[in-house]
């Protein structure tokens, strides 16, 4: 069974950015798939597919390697 979840992230503006963000997050254990609605200069919607639920804390620390931060909810 596979779960999905869509994280808000700031300041991506390109196909560069997609891929970094996509690269990082494909790493984490579990990841089967990672697909990006890119907004360049608001905020993007990246739905992350993965074996079980990720930790947030992975999630964001992944984000950030890729140099890019995720938007606060709501």
Known sequence: MS????????GMSCGH???????????????????????????????VTSEAPLPDAAVAAAIDEAGYEMAAPG
């Open 3 to 10: 779960v999905s979840a869509t994280y808000a992230i700031n």
């Open 17 to 47: 950015c997609v891929h970094a963000v996509t690269q990082e997050l494909s790493r984490l254990d579990g990841v089967t798939a990672v697909s990006v609605d890119l907004h360049a200069g608001g905020t993007s919607q990246v739905q």
